[in-house]
């Protein structure tokens, strides 16, 4: 089972995670094109951030940005290599919808990386519904490392 908490960002094996996810970003895209949070940006009061466990085993995570009121953004998933293709990811961005229409938000969209290494986290917001959509908030547009996608809630 899959046991989702709010937090956890105070966690060495959460900030280890955190560090890989950042050096991934980098490893599979340019600086200028890395767009993922940092613990700073995590802590963030526009973010909400939770964290997947089973037991004392951690998962994974994602965060929620509030853009606006009306539009959130999902930031940071992340699921560990010992648990791809386990349902941590559909968990969390299951979490992060829920959320988001708790918050009377309208629409959410999110920014992730082009190419191979990405299209995994693709299919996942696909099977959730999110389509292409142009760059939104500060990204910019035209990127060819950064793909955007968007739905309505």
């Not at 959130?72 to 990811?89: N, Q, W, Y």
């Amino acid at each position: 089972m899959i046991d989702i908490r709010e937090g956890g960002l105070e966690l060495p094996a959460v900030q280890a995670m955190l560090r890989a996810h950042l050096d991934q970003m980098h490893a599979n895209s340019p600086r200028e094109s890395v767009h993922a949070l940092d613990l700073t940006g995590l802590s963030g009061p526009d973010v909400r951030f939770w964290t997947a466990w089973c037991g004392h085993e951690l998962m994974g995570c994602g965060a929620l940005r509030t853009l606006d009121p009306e539009h959130g953004e999902i930031k940071s998933m992340r699921t560990l290599p010992d648990h791809l293709r386990s349902g941590v990811g559909a968990a969390i961005v299951g979490h992060i919808l829920t959320a988001a229409r708790a918050a009377g938000m309208t629409r959410l969209s999110l920014e992730t990386g082009s190419g191979d290494a990405f299209e995994p986290a693709h299919a996942l917001y696909r099977r959730f519904g999110f389509t292409p959509c142009d760059a939104f908030g500060d990204y910019r547009e035209g990127d060819p490392f950064s793909r955007f996608m968007s739905r309505a809630l």
